[in-house]
């Protein structure tokens, strides 16, 4: 199993940018993907990006393409996700997950951490 630990959330102005950490452990590590999910209130658990652990390949969903970057430092088993020009509708509760499948489905992913609060002011 894998524990990941989120933080770097805040409250932020429309524009601005966060950088989001998600620290990897236990014996179940490294996974070959880690991801970032978001969930708004009242909505569905979104993909929003992820990286291959091994070759650092990354995917992102559309709607945050060219706005943000995931990136992993394999020493500190850290992933981590930049947000630039963020919009209010980024706002959401973020969280990173491990998979071995190169999915963007949450149902595919078996360990999760416990979410970082994310909020944009317009």
């Known amino acids: 199993q894998v524990q990941l630990v989120e933080s770097g959330g805040g409250l932020v102005q429309a524009g601005g940018s966060l950088r989001l950490s998600c620290a990897a452990s236990g014996r179940g590590f490294p996974t070959n993907y880690i991801a970032w999910f978001r969930r708004a209130p009242g909505k569905e658990r979104d993909f929003v990006s992820r990286?291959?652990?091994?070759?650092?390949?990354?995917y992102y969903a559309d709607s945050v393409k060219g706005r943000f970057t995931i990136s992993r430092d394999n020493a500190k088993n850290t992933v981590y996700l930049l947000m630039n020009s963020l919009k209010p509708e980024d706002t959401a509760t973020y969280y990173c997950a491990g998979t071995w499948v190169n999915t963007n489905w949450a149902s595919d992913y078996n360990d999760w951490g416990q979410g970082t609060q994310v909020t944009v002011s317009s």
């Open positions: 990286i291959n652990w091994s070759t650092g390949r990354t």
